[in-house]
């Protein structure tokens, strides 16, 4: 099966700072990529969508400038919390699709902010 | 608009008796289902998918679910659960391809516990 990788799995930064976050698919080219968020015991809050070489497409309500996406390759989609707070610790979940609509997805990372 | 709603959002069940989560989904266009499971800190696996063809699909771990129509439902099922089946699912829907949505809209999940 196709096989999505994220990096890192876990990390803490200090409030102020930023992070950034991997997503590549290993093993095949991601037509789209997608950036989840989930709060404990809750569903997955699409936060947006990439396609290579495009500007990514938000979601309501989702801070552009403070969730900065790039999708430099047909593998590669990175997520960056700028200037984290407290308010952004949260698991961070992407998932890249083919063109079957298939979406195959990440390990997840689970970002603190102290 | 698509939408899916999963009842229940705790299940608990004897091991080696039968799992049965709920999945009820509403979509303008011919759907594709999918069910996936999450264990702690980790991402989504998926379970099965419905797309075109046969209703009843059988997936990894001993789960199968049957897309009904009439029903508007896609329940997941195992005949007999095992301890490790204890995590979260999450049934899914989307749109076929040519329908330009690559969207997954998640229900908001059942947490099942096995009771040994």
């Known amino acids: 099966g196709a096989v999505v990788s994220q990096h890192p799995s876990r990390v803490i930064c200090k409030s102020g700072t930023s992070v950034k976050i991997e997503c590549r698919s290993l093993?095949?080219?991601?037509?789209?990529m997608f950036w989840y968020r989930q709060f404990p015991k809750q569903s997955l809050m699409l936060m947006a969508t990439s396609n290579e070489g495009s500007k990514a497409t938000y979601e309501q309500g989702v801070e552009k400038d403070k969730f900065l996406i790039n999708h430099a390759s047909l593998t590669l989609s990175t997520l960056t919390v700028t200037s984290a707070h407290p308010e952004d610790s949260s698991f961070y979940i992407c998932?890249?699709?083919?063109?079957?609509?298939?979406?195959?997805f990440g390990q997840g990372t689970r970002l603190t902010v102290v | 608009a698509q939408s899916v709603t999963q009842l229940g959002s705790h299940v608990s069940v004897s091991e080696g008796a039968l799992v049965l989560l709920r999945c009820n989904y509403s979509s303008s266009v011919p759907p594709y289902l999918f069910w996936y499971v999450q264990y702690p800190n980790q991402g989504l696996q998926l379970l099965l998918k419905y797309t075109t063809g046969a209703t009843l699909v059988k997936g990894i771990n001993g789960f199968e679910a049957e897309f009904k129509k009439s029903e508007t439902s896609f329940h997941l099922t195992k005949p007999s659960a095992h301890m490790s089946d204890a995590a979260e699912y999450f049934c899914a829907v989307t749109t076929p391809p040519n329908f330009g949505n690559e969207k997954l809209t998640f229900g908001t999940g059942t947490r099942l516990t096995i009771i040994p």
């Open positions: 998932s890249a699709k083919r063109t079957s609509n298939e979406a195959f």
């Open positions: 093993d095949f080219q991601a037509t789209t």
